[in-house]
């Protein structure tokens, strides 16, 4: 008998152990959802004319956003073409990654932070794209166009590129 109640003590041990493991887990999710909050009030210096030499961590740039693909209207390129897919600094287009920009102001490999889009890098350039503006890369002709044109758009730099 006294081994069966050791085996349950042991069990109950464990079942205990993992039930504190899962709330330590919730109350530390909790955490970082309130830090994140934190962090998303507290950015809210925004300036539509500096440019990227002048800003500080806690600071936004407003952009003016378009979006492109791949496609024909976007790039005057089919399949099969030469370079089609491939941004100007020589890697492929990645939705979710990559970003047309002014590279004379944000050169090629300088990270973004898009307010309601993400994070972005400049891997490209655009006959359009000048000062504050920024065409954000989609896979889909049609999710391009459905995200059409935003104005006043929060950006931040997390981290000037080196041009390559």
Known sequence: M???DIENTIEAREVKNTTIKQDLNVVKLAED???????AKSETKVDEHKDSSSI????WILFELTAYSNHYASTQKNPGDKMYGITYSGRP??????VAADINRYPIGT????DGVGERVVDDTGGAIKKNRLD?????????LNFGRKKNVKVKIIKMGDGK
Not at 56 to 59: K, V
Not at 93 to 98: A, K
Not at 137 to 144: G, R
């Open 56 to 59: 500080g961590d806690d600071e």
């Open 136 to 144: 954000v890369y989609f896979k889909s002709e049609q999710d391009a």
């Open 93 to 98: 287009t990645v939705e979710g990654r990559t």
């Open 33 to 39: 959802e309130r830090v994140e909050r934190k962090v």
């Open 111 to 114: 990270v973004l932070y898009i």
């Open 2 to 4: 006294a081994a069966v």
